[in-house]
T-cell receptor
Framework: DAGITQSPRHKVTETGTPVTLRCHQTENHRYMYWYRQDPGHGLRLIHYSYGVKDTDKGEVSDGYSVSRSKTEDFLLTLESATSSQTSVYFC???????????FGPGTRLTVL | DQQVKQNSPSLSVQEGRISILNCDYTNSMFDYFLWYKKYPAEGPTFLISISSIKDKNEDGRFTVFLNKSAKHLSLHIVPSQPGDSAVYFCAASWNTGNQFYFGTGTSLTVIP
């Protein structure tokens, strides 16, 4: 158990509304990641963070923003949700000195 | 373009037999490879990894083989058990390990 929680676990929203997903970790890991999982695509990196206020884009960052004001929280925001952002979102951490990522339980987001 | 590919979406194996899951990659810069196991409605769970300086890594019933010249890795599960039924993702990273690239997954069913 990597001490990662995600909230909410399920959300249904409408096109055009803002949505924020939260990832919380309890072990002060420096590196945190947001992925989305879609059929036929596996997991794709959206954004990642290598410290408080230090973030960078991943493979599919368009339409998403992130913030990390505290070590333990990494927020993913969809400024104006679209149906193409319907997906399962996973947060992950990577302990410093390790090459392995550990994942949270996921958030299922449906945009109608 | 998908840098990590799992060309078999599904695999069925009898309990007690060997399961072999395959993964191909295109980026020769990748130097670390991982396998994750995912049950429905849960986050991926780290299973086993291998560095590019090795060609084999073993952990109990799980063995990962790496063939760098062919840009191919495989996961062997021996003996297969019904609890192994899940989706398996391979992943690869390089350099700092901040960007991980995942395959599309193979759904393994172990038949009792």
């Amino acid at each position: 158990d990597a001490g990662i929680t995600q909230s909410p676990r399920h959300k249904v929203t409408e096109t055009g509304t803002p949505v924020t997903l939260r990832c919380h970790q309890t072990e002060n890991h420096r590196y945190m990641y947001w992925y989305r999982q879609d059929p036929g695509h596996g997991l794709r990196l959206i954004h990642y963070s290598y410290g408080v206020k230090d973030t960078d884009k991943g493979e599919v960052s368009d339409g998403y923003s992130v913030s990390r004001s505290k070590t333990e929280d990494f927020l993913l925001t969809l400024e104006s949700a679209t149906s193409s952002q319907t997906s399962v979102y996973f947060c992950a951490i990577r302990p410093q000195g390790s090459d392995t990522q550990y994942f949270g339980p996921g958030t299922r987001l449906t945009v109608l | 373009d998908q840098q990590v590919k799992q060309n078999s979406p599904s695999l069925s194996v009898q309990e007690g037999r060997i399961s072999i899951l395959n993964c191909d990659y295109t980026n020769s810069m990748f130097d670390y490879f991982l396998w994750y196991k995912k049950y429905p409605a849960e986050g991926p769970t780290f299973l086993i990894s291998i560095s590019s300086i090795k060609d084999k890594n073993e952990d109990g019933r799980f063995t990962v083989f790496l063939n760098k010249s062919a840009k191919h890795l495989s996961l062997h599960i021996v003996p297969s058990q019904p609890g192994d039924s899940a989706v398996y993702f391979c992943a690869a990273s390089w350099n700092t390990g901040n960007q991980f690239y995942f395959g599309t997954g193979t759904s393994l069913t172990v038949i009792p």
